[in-house]
């Protein structure tokens, strides 16, 4: 082989290189800093999401506003944090947040539009007595009410902004359910 191919061999090589590198860091950067796939495992959030459903999570939105009533939120559970939950805020900072007879009622008023729980709630758990959220406090309940373990249990209790991985922004799986997930 001449020394001119051998160059040119080196140099498309190089560039190969360079241009896996480049790939490699962008993708770290947006798995780090704007979105991540996730997938729901469970029924808490039924019928909004299923067992199954693969997410693109926004990881981006909250360093730039708050946590807005009725996002859904992907946290990782506070008991080991390589599990990760997926829920529905409801109550937001200095709100408080008390379940009676199945039903949430935030700062004394029942939630007119919570209609994301089809059913009366049988455990309000920590929220029995009222729960007052602090500063930077959340309450989170899962859409299958009876089936979630969400803020009104102590191992999961509220979140914090800082908790939160992302907002759950794109149904990818299955594909006949695929688009922008509804918060509202």
Known sequence: MSEKKKKSVMRELLGWIIYVGIIIVITYLIITFVGVRTRVSG??????????????????????????????????????????????????????????????????????????????????????????????????????????ADSRYPNVGVLHKEDMTGKAWIRIYPFNKFGVIKHE
């Not at 944090?81 to 700062?107: A, F, M, S, W």
């Not at 994301?116 to 009410?145: C, H, P, Q, S």
């Open 43 to 148: 029924h808490s959030m039924e019928t909004t999401l299923s067992d199954g459903d693969n997410l693109i999570v926004d990881k981006i939105s909250y360093r730039f506003r708050d946590p807005s009533r009725f996002d859904i939120i992907v946290f990782p559970y506070p008991q080991d944090k390589k599990i990760h939950y997926i829920k529905r805020i409801v109550g937001l900072p200095g709100e408080t947040i008390q379940i009676i007879d199945g039903e949430t009622y935030i700062n004394n008023q029942r939630l007119e539009s919570d209609i994301y729980g089809y059913e009366k709630m049988t455990f309000a758990g920590t929220a029995e007595d009222g729960i007052t959220l602090g500063e930077d406090e959340y309450f989170v309940l899962g859409d299958n009410r009876n089936h979630s």
